[in-house]
């Protein structure tokens, strides 16, 4: 029950930032002297299409997000592709199937795919694990906020969320999806 509650709140700081600034949306924000609240800046070259393309951002997320959520505590199968069981890759690829998006099977494949994250992660950042445990000798999981991820650990405990610190001497690699 703890650790859903702590993912229900990793989850809703990932999709609404408590300030603005915050580079979960990717936008520039500033703050507006007569309100005193966040509105995003005004820019000549600002589009329709531009909007457009922002909104299906956060309409992912949000689909991402609520999948997470649907994920916890489900078991752990090796070769499992959801929505009853997962292995680390099936979770992801089906997190990302439930958001709109095609990722590769395995972890090997999404670690390669997609853009290198940068040194900052965001929500939706796809992690590759070296790992002693995996049959295939990798593992994945897909980032939260605030240094903690979600990914299926194994029969034990099945799709948990987990701190990053401890495994940051196994990361490998951080792949962006998410423009």
Known sequence: MRRRRLCLALILFALFPPFPGSEAHGESWRRSADRGTATPKA??????????????????????ALAVRHCLGKPYVYGARGPTAFDCSGLVQWLYRSA??????????????GRRAGPGLVFGDVLLFRSRASPSGWHCGMYLARGYFVHATGRDRGVIVSALAPRRSALVAARRYLA
Do not use: D, M, N
């Open 43 to 64: 820019s000549s070259r600002t589009s329709s299409k531009a909007g457009a393309v922002t909104q299906a951002r956060f309409f992912a997320r949000r689909r991402l």
């Open 100 to 113: 709109g998006l095609k990722l590769p099977r395995t972890a090997l494949e999404q670690g390669r795919g």
